[in-house]
């Protein structure tokens, strides 16, 4: 099979799961409890108030109706308009997309850069008293919830040493003059890292905790293989290697956990973004689900689930490219 055909047949298999997804996510919206309507405009408002919101934004017709039209305006690019915010729901997104995007990228840069020559090291320094002490690091991170370390280090940089700020995101663009304690770009980058310090640990130790178990088992296994014996019987310094021989075979499994991380780094973010009063995506969902709006909950699934899917498949594609035992079509894939 092609790569086109092999793309073709993936990018239709999205198709169908985004599908499902915004499927089962109206649904459940619709069948849970409380009126969005009367959220919205408060329990004084009067039955034809009432009955003209709800006619204004379509919740007057049946629930198939509904959901067909939803469907051809997803198709159309339009994700309805938020009855909360009484925007459509594609500014809200675009809004809070940058916070969640630089959040997630900073802490997948730490757990990237941190994870790699951690798992590596490990490898090298197998049964060593530096491996025991980084595969206790691993089996804490994976086992820890993300939240529960974010309010682990508030309560002691920020409540007992005081360093650093509990809430809040400052973008690194934002203008001096629309930022507390801010006179210059410098003072804006200086108060961005510090607002970012927390909250990329607290989402980036997961991620990090991951990679770093994959990666020194993937090393391991590399350096148990007979042509790396032979390579150090012919009297290779094991530095070379350990960096052209092995590092690079080794890499395969780490680069599937890297994307599916990835993709995982942004629904953790939702929890994150909450602990730290981020206004992001996440905090975004959040709101949409207290107020019940359905247009807005509708949306920010279907964006999260339209990263996840992008991003498992140009890991597969990445994947399948890097490896050229493994084929575009049958059941290797």
Do not use: C
Request: charged content about 15%.
């Amino acid at each position: 099979m092609s790569l086109v055909r092999y793309v073709a047949r993936r990018l239709g298999q999205s198709v169908f799961t985004l599908l499902g997804v915004v499927t089962l996510t109206f649904l459940l919206v619709n069948a849970a409890p409380g009126d969005p309507i009367r959220i919205f405009i408060g329990p004084s408002a009067d039955a034809a108030t009432v009955e003209a919101i709800r006619t204004r934004f379509g919740l007057n017709q049946p629930l198939h109706v509904r959901y067909f039209k939803y469907i051809i305006n997803v198709l159309q690019g339009d994700l309805g308009q938020s009855i909360n915010y009484r925007v459509p729901v594609t500014q809200k997104i675009f809004e809070r997309l940058p916070a969640t995007l630089l959040l997630v990228a900073s802490s997948f840069t730490f757990a990237v850069l941190t994870a790699i020559p951690i798992g590596v090291l490990s490898a090298k320094k197998r049964n060593q008293l530096s491996d025991h002490v980084f595969r206790v690091l691993g089996l804490v991170g994976v086992s820890t919830p993300s939240f529960w370390i974010g309010l682990l280090l508030i309560i002691l940089f920020t409540y007992h040493l005081g360093l650093l700020p509990a809430t809040g995101l400052i973008m690194p663009w934002a203008a001096p003059a629309a930022v507390d304690n801010a006179t210059t770009r410098i003072d804006v980058l200086y108060q961005s890292a510090i607002h970012l310090i927390m909250p990329t640990l607290t989402l980036g130790t997961l991620q990090m905790a991951a990679i770093m178990r994959i990666e020194r088992s993937s090393m391991l296994e590399v350096l148990n293989q007979e042509y790396v014996t032979l390579a150090r019987a012919f009297g290779v310094k094991e530095w070379t290697l350990l960096r052209k021989h092995a590092f690079r075979n080794a890499q395969l499994p780490v680069l599937t956990v890297v994307g599916l991380q990835l993709t995982t780094a942004l629904g953790g973010s939702v929890l994150t973004e909450t602990v730290f009063s981020i206004s992001g995506i996440g905090t975004l969902i959040i709101t949409g689900v207290n107020a019940r709006d359905y247009p807005l909950i509708l949306g920010t699934t279907l964006f999260y689930a339209t990263m996840f899917v992008v991003g498992v498949l140009i890991t597969d594609l990445l994947y399948a490219y890097l490896d050229p035992r493994i084929s575009y079509g049958g059941g290797d894939d």
